[in-house]
């Protein structure tokens, strides 16, 4: 039953047709044998039995036909039905053909069409009303379970694309709102350092350690507010940035991530160790993405964790991981709010970090086609696994 289910539209169509045909036929043929017999039947009382018996003992075999009765002979009723056994005889055939074709065509609709039609016919409905939440059930292998799947991953596109429409306009909301809080801040900083010098200073009601220690500060807000301006170039330079696929084997991103993790040891003071999978598997994605997003994410680690930073690297043809732990702290409840724009945890961090590199790291995943990961160790510490898709 599953395979004539599933036989494709054309030839369903013509199952149905042949079977309705040749039902037809078959019940046109008993149809046209009775019509004969009765009319024989009627028109056997009406001749002379004894000349017809003669007739064919002389055929030798061959039949001879009873000859038709003239319209005055029969009675009325009897004509009536002699008549309709002529037509029945004549277009039987031809009008259960046509009665047949007809069943066949609309059984044809209501098993093979119907379902299908109404479900597209609805899902169109609710799309034009922006109505995503929804799904086709039509499960059928032929033409329309095809179109049916496809109108589904169309559907499924949409409820995407406009999910990350939302998600765009929400981002964009906070980008304002953080452009204002950081740049406000350190200008109102700013305002309040020059207005105390120009109030104090030429009356010499301030020291010069007072003075220096207002300009010393008025120079960290101003680092802060460069640090910024650079990290809105990055983030708009990110959207139109375009990805370069190329070659990258296990040996040469080891190599790349050590380069990496000799300045940053340095710098922070800690211990790195570096696992990465044995795999001749050729992974192609863009270098310098996979690299900025491992800086970004090791720089994390070193900011957070305490004594080592363990990085995982496994490579694959159609996937690469870099998942590094730290043993830290691990996230606490603004984990969801980690991977958002201008993302600091803490006051003193924002005057060095503009709370980028997750948000950043983030967003170059996802353009790879992977997406980034956080969870916290069973241990203690932060978990982050960047994962990226194979793009040629």
């Given at each position: 039953?599953?395979?004539?289910?599933?036989?494709?539209?054309?030839?369903?169509?013509?199952?149905?047709?042949?079977?309705?045909?040749?039902?037809?036929?078959?019940?046109?043929?008993?149809?046209?044998?009775?019509?004969?017999?009765?009319?024989?039947?009627i028109?056997?009382?009406?001749?002379?039995?004894?000349?017809?018996?003669?007739?064919?003992?002389?055929?030798?075999?061959?039949?001879?036909?009873?000859?038709?009765?003239s319209?005055?002979?029969?009675?009325?009723?009897?004509?009536?039905?002699?008549?309709?056994?002529?037509?029945?005889?004549?277009?039987?055939?031809?009008?259960?053909?046509?009665?047949?074709?007809?069943?066949?065509?609309?059984?044809?609709?209501?098993?093979?069409?119907?379902?299908?039609?109404?479900?597209?016919?609805?899902?169109?409905?609710?799309?034009?009303?922006?109505?995503?939440?929804?799904?086709?059930?039509?499960?059928?292998?032929?033409?329309?379970?095809q179109?049916?799947?496809?109108?589904?991953?169309?559907?499924?596109?949409?409820?995407?694309?406009?999910?990350?429409l939302w998600?765009?306009?929400?981002?964009?909301?906070?980008?304002?709102?953080?452009?204002?809080?950081?740049?406000?801040?350190?200008?109102?900083?700013?305002?309040?350092?020059?207005?105390?010098?120009?109030?104090y200073?030429?009356?010499?009601d301030?020291?010069?350690?007072?003075?220096?220690?207002?300009l010393?500060?008025?120079?960290?807000?101003?680092?802060?507010?460069?640090?910024?301006?650079?990290?809105?170039?990055?983030?708009?330079?990110?959207?139109?940035?375009?990805?370069n696929?190329?070659?990258?084997?296990?040996?040469?991103?080891?190599?790349?991530?050590?380069?990496?993790?000799a300045?940053?040891?340095?710098?922070?003071?800690?211990?790195?160790?570096?696992?990465?999978?044995?795999?001749?598997?050729?992974?192609y994605?863009?270098?310098?993405?996979?690299?900025?997003?491992?800086?970004?994410?090791?720089?994390?680690?070193?900011?957070?964790?305490?004594q080592?930073?363990?990085?995982?690297?496994?490579?694959?043809?159609?996937k690469?991981?870099?998942?590094?732990?730290?043993?830290?702290?691990?996230?606490?409840?603004?984990?969801?709010?980690i991977?958002?724009a201008?993302?600091?945890?803490?006051?003193?961090d924002?005057?060095?970090?503009?709370?980028l590199?997750?948000?950043?790291?983030?967003?170059?995943c996802?353009?790879?086609?992977?997406?980034?990961?956080?969870?916290?160790?069973?241990?203690?510490?932060?978990?982050?696994?960047?994962?990226?898709r194979?793009?040629?």
């Open positions: 039953m599953d395979k004539i289910r599933n036989l494709s539209v054309r030839k369903t169509i013509l199952l149905y047709m042949a079977v309705a045909l040749f039902f037809s036929f078959l019940l046109s043929a008993v149809i046209v044998r009775i019509a004969e017999q009765t009319q024989r039947r028109w056997w009382n009406y001749i002379d039995k004894e000349a017809l018996i003669e007739a064919e003992q002389k055929a030798h075999g061959y039949i001879v036909e009873i000859p038709r009765p319209s005055y002979e029969m009675t009325q009723s009897e004509f009536f039905v002699s008549e309709l056994c002529d037509f029945l005889g004549t277009y039987a055939v031809v009008i259960l053909s046509m009665a047949g074709s007809c069943g066949a065509v609309f059984l044809f609709y209501r098993n093979k069409l119907r379902r299908p039609m109404e479900e597209l016919a609805e899902g169109s409905k609710k799309i034009a009303e922006n109505q995503l939440d929804f799904s086709l059930s039509y499960e059928n292998e032929d033409e329309m379970g179109l049916c799947r496809e109108f589904e991953r169309m559907r499924e596109q949409l409820a995407r694309n406009n999910q990350a998600q765009t306009v929400e981002e964009e909301k906070m980008l304002r709102a953080a452009i204002a809080h950081d740049i406000r801040a350190p200008l109102s900083v700013l305002k309040g350092y020059q207005e105390m010098l120009m109030e200073l030429p009356g010499e301030i020291d010069l350690g007072q003075a220096m220690e207002m010393s500060e008025s120079g960290r807000q101003i680092e802060r507010m460069d640090a910024f301006v650079e990290a809105m170039r990055k983030l708009s330079s990110l959207e139109n940035r375009q990805l696929p190329e070659s990258i084997c296990a040996g040469q991103l080891e190599k790349d991530i050590q380069g990496e993790l300045v940053l040891e340095k710098e922070y003071g800690k211990q790195c160790v570096l696992q990465v999978s044995e795999s001749k598997e050729e992974f994605g863009d270098r310098e993405v996979v690299l900025e997003v491992t800086e970004n994410l090791l720089s994390n680690a070193l900011r957070y964790g305490k080592q930073i363990t990085i995982a690297v496994n490579i694959g043809y159609a690469l991981s870099i998942c590094v732990m730290d043993d830290g702290d691990g996230f606490r409840e603004e984990a969801e709010k991977t958002e201008f993302y600091g945890q803490n006051a003193k924002s005057l060095k970090h503009a709370g590199g997750m948000y950043i790291s983030r967003l170059y996802e353009k790879h086609g992977g997406k980034l990961v956080l969870g916290n160790d069973e241990q203690g510490g932060a978990v982050v696994t960047a994962i990226f194979r793009i040629a």
